[in-house]
Nanobody, 126 residues
Framework: QVQLVESGGGLVQIGGSLRLSCAVSGLTFGTRAMGWFRQAPGKEREFVAAINRYGSTTEYATAVKGRFTISRDNAASMVYLQMNSLKPEDTAVYLC???????????????????WGQGTQVTVSS
C-alpha cells in the first residue's frame, strides 16, 4: 500500500520558517522523482518544487525560488521542503507527490505524479 504522509505545517509569522516532511512507504523511493504542490482556498493546485530521484537536480516555482529548498533522504524514504522568508501568499495546503515510475529527471506537472499525500496546512499570518 503506497502512502505519503506530510507533517510540519502550522501557523507562522511573516518572514518565518517551516520545514515540511513527507514520509513515503510502499514505493521503491530511491527510483522515484518527488514533488511538492500547494493549494490555497478557492484556487487550483500549483507546482512548488521538485527533485529528481538522485537528489542531484531540483526545480522551483518562480514564486518560491530563493526562499524554499527541496531535499530528500533516500535511505530514510523522506522528502523535505524547507520554507524561509514566508509570505501571506504562501498560505495553502502543501501536498507531497510521487511518480509511479522512475527516471533521472525532474517533473513539474500534476499529471506527472500518481501518488499524493493528504496535505499539511501552512498558514502565514499578516
Amino acid at each position: 500500500q503506497v502512502q505519503l504522509v506530510e507533517s510540519g505545517g502550522g501557523l507562522v509569522q511573516i518572514g518565518g520558517s517551516l520545514r515540511l516532511s513527507c514520509a513515503v512507504s510502499g514505493l521503491t523511493f530511491g527510483t522515484r522523482a518527488m514533488g511538492w504542490f500547494r493549494q490555497a482556498p478557492g484556487k487550483e493546485r500549483e507546482f512548488v518544487a521538485a527533485i529528481n530521484r538522485y537528489g542531484s537536480t531540483t526545480e522551483y516555482a518562480t514564486a518560491v525560488k530563493g526562499r524554499f529548498t527541496i531535499s530528500r533522504d533516500n535511505a530514510a524514504s523522506m522528502v523535505y521542503l524547507q520554507m524561509n522568508s514566508l509570505k501571506p501568499e504562501d498560505t495553502a495546503v502543501y501536498l507531497c507527490a510521487a511518480r509511479s515510475g522512475g527516471s533521472g529527471r525532474v517533473y513539474y506537472g500534476e499529471n506527472d505524479y500518481t501518488y499524493w499525500g493528504q496535505g499539511t496546512q501552512v498558514t502565514v499570518s499578516s
